[in-house]
């Protein structure tokens, strides 16, 4: 029997419409947990987020209240100076450089008595200002986690500038206690132990700053030094076994081929010191066109070297730069996502809360906390559903 004219579909065709609106329904409560599933492990992870960053900001302040120690700040100002402990290190440069400038007026004999004289009361306050600062440096060394106890101090104490730092005060106080003995052989034989104390200005640069940033050029360029080296040391011989076979047999300087080498190294660098000389025109048309070829292969490492510290001087500062708006960068990034990531009008968004966001429209969803967001959702979308 027909029915009416305005709801002209048969029971079948009712009873699929009723089928694919429970089905319509399931499929969104099955969307509605998932999403739910989704948003608890959104929450989770947010949480377990505070958490580490409350153990982090935990972890911070531990660090922080460390930082006021007194070892540390004494082993910051030794090791990193900065401000007014850059007046104590460059005393003790001028205390080690006037040590080596007296060491090298103590070898004339004009100013021999005066520089000894006063050279020994500069030894004596060298030795009391070395000693006090190696004793305080292992003291403040304790405020790294692994120089602490006895057996941290010791390794803090193997390291090579404290190594050279025990070798130049016993090398200083084994000058001083043979010198006022008045032994004169034992006086003469650790006199040359003064020059130990040149290694003192290696401490000047503890960080090792220097050595690492001519180790990192000289390793960038090892293929370019080497090509030049290697080129160098082929010309180096073969000009010098040319030049050896002709003047042997006229020429007195060159009877054998170490003096060949020798004159070939001297002339290939410019040293150019003359003790030997060829005398014979094929031998010095030979030198003329070697010192050409060769010393534009030994003059290379030079140039290499040189635009190699440009090139890492200007790297070290871009990288400065670039870590001085790193973080400001980064949270500007963050910010720009949190925005784009909340905002409701945009449909093409898929976000673990986009089916949230679909269901219930909430005004006011920027303005609650984010860890208060989900809950609220989901209480949202319980209702929406009963």
């Known amino acids: 029997m027909p029915g009416p004219k305005g709801n002209s579909r048969t029971p079948a065709a009712l009873h699929s419409s009723q089928r694919q609106g429970r089905g319509s329904r399931e499929g969104a409560l099955s969307i509605a947990a998932t999403g739910q ?17 409350g153990q982090t900001s935990d972890r911070q302040d531990q660090n922080a209240s460390s930082r006021d120690t007194p070892d540390f700040l004494v082993n910051n100002a030794l090791e990193r100076p900065r401000g007014w402990a850059f007046i104590y290190h460059a005393y003790v440069f001028l205390l080690v450089f006037s040590c080596l400038i007296l060491s090298v007026f103590a070898t ?47 390794k ?40 130990l104390q040149i290694l003192r200005m290696l401490r000047m640069d503890r960080r090792g700053g220097t050595w690492k940033l001519l180790g990192s050029v000289v390793y960038a360029h090892s293929k370019e030094l080497i090509t030049a080296w290697y080129i160098g040391f082929l010309c180096l011989i073969l ?41 014979t025109w094929n031998g010095r048309l030979l030198g003329a066109a070697f010192s050409m070829i060769g010393v534009a292969f030994f003059a290379l490492p030079a140039g290499i070297l040189g635009s190699g510290f440009a090139l890492k001087v200007q790297e070290q500062h871009r990288q400065k730069h670039f870590e001085k708006r ?11 996502w949190r ?16 089916f949230y966001e679909e269901t219930v429209a909430v005004p006011m969803y920027r303005i609650i906390p984010p860890l208060n967001q989900l809950d609220l959702l989901r209480n949202l979308k319980g209702k929406t559903f009963r």
């Open 239 to 279: 000009a010098s076994f040319l030049v050896y076979s002709v003047e042997k047999e006229s020429n007195a300087e060159f009877e054998t081929y170490a003096d060949a080498l020798w004159w070939g190294l001297i002339t290939l660098t410019t040293i150019g010191y003359g003790d030997k000389v060829p005398k």
């Open 339 to 354: 925005f784009h990531a909340t905002n409701l009008s945009r449909t093409d968004l898929l976000c673990t809360w986009d």
């Open 108 to 154: 004339i004999r004009e100013f021999k008595d005066n520089s000894e004289s006063a050279l020994y009361i500069l030894e004596i306050v060298t030795i009391v200002v070395f000693g006090v600062e190696y004793i305080v440096r292992i003291w403040a060394a304790g405020c790294c986690c692994r120089y602490r106890g006895w057996r941290g101090r010791l």
């Open 37 to 53: 599933r989704q948003a608890v492990w959104g929450l989770l992870r947010r949480r377990g987020a505070s958490i580490s960053v």
């Open 326 to 336: 790193r973080n400001p960068a980064a949270c500007l990034i963050q910010a720009a």
């Open 156 to 195: 803090f104490a193997r390291k090579p500038f404290c190594v050279i730092d025990i070798m130049v005060l016993i090398a200083s106080v084994s000058v001083l206690a043979a010198g006022s003995q008045g032994n004169v052989f034992a006086t003469s034989a650790i006199r040359s132990l003064r020059f």
